[in-house]
């Protein structure tokens, strides 16, 4: 969808690199959030955050940092990257859970 | 057990087949509940929510029994373009405005 934009749409980074994604919505909604997703598993909830500057740890946040300082930006850090990061990242948006969650066109990360 | 179960699958149906998926939830106290469609590479979309009383959005029926924490979804006269992966979610009271996804339930139409 046009409201949600995600940063870059691939890349390739080398194990021990910090990598940051970029998740930019123009729908002013509160809520936002990073998933990833690997055959297997599914989505799992990295981390999301409630509004400006509050964030909280999903189920599978470890190497992961995330920071919100503006409604419309939501930063993915993985501080040094790993080859178990390698993954599809998605970014989510949503104004309240009972809308559902609109989703950003997705990150194909590989950490060589 | 895990929060939100489905069948992964694949259902393989010849077009105009009418094909059915099931999901259950582990926690009695959810209050969302939604189909997601996500075709290959490409993300989630939002299909239709699933309300209490049932409800229907041309082709598809998505039907709620918290009795049995159970919703299914019913896909009549099947089309190539339907071929997907169904998610079923559900959002944990617990979590607040967090949702969990099922892993997905492929389909595949043929002609």
């Known amino acids: 969808d046009a409201g949600i934009t995600q940063s870059p749409r691939h890349k390739v980074t080398e194990t021990g690199t910090p990598v940051t994604l970029r998740c930019h919505q123009t729908?002013?909604?509160?809520?936002m959030y990073w998933y990833r997703q690997d055959p297997g598993h599914g989505l799992r909830l990295i981390h999301y955050?409630?509004?400006?500057?509050?964030?909280d740890k999903g189920e599978v946040s470890d190497g992961y940092s995330v920071s919100r300082s503006k409604t419309e930006d939501f930063l993915l850090t993985l501080e040094s990257a790993t080859s178990s990061q390698t993954s599809v990242y998605f970014c989510?948006?949503?104004?309240?859970?009972?809308?559902?969650?609109?989703f950003g066109s997705g990150t194909r990360l590989t950490v060589v | 057990r895990k929060e939100v179960e489905q069948d992964p699958g694949p259902f393989n149906v010849p077009e105009g087949a009418t094909v059915a998926f099931n999901c259950t939830y582990s926690?009695?106290?959810?209050?969302?509940f939604f189909w997601y469609r996500q075709d290959c590479r490409k993300e989630p979309k939002l299909l239709m929510s699933?309300?209490?009383s049932g409800n229907e959005d041309g082709r598809f029926t998505a039907q709620l029994n918290r009795a049995s924490q159970y919703i299914s979804l019913l896909i009549r006269d099947s089309k190539l373009s339907d071929s997907a992966t169904y998610l079923c979610?559900?959002?944990?009271?617990?979590?607040?405005?967090?949702?969990?996804f099922g892993a997905g339930t492929i389909l595949r139409v043929k002609s």
């Open positions: 926690n009695s106290a959810s209050q969302s």
């Open positions: 699933v309300y209490s």
């Open positions: 979610v559900v959002n944990m009271r617990t979590d607040g405005n967090k949702l969990v």
């Open positions: 729908e002013n909604h509160r809520y």
């Open positions: 955050s409630y509004g400006v500057k509050d964030t």
């Open positions: 989510a948006i949503s104004e309240g859970v009972a809308d559902g969650y609109t």
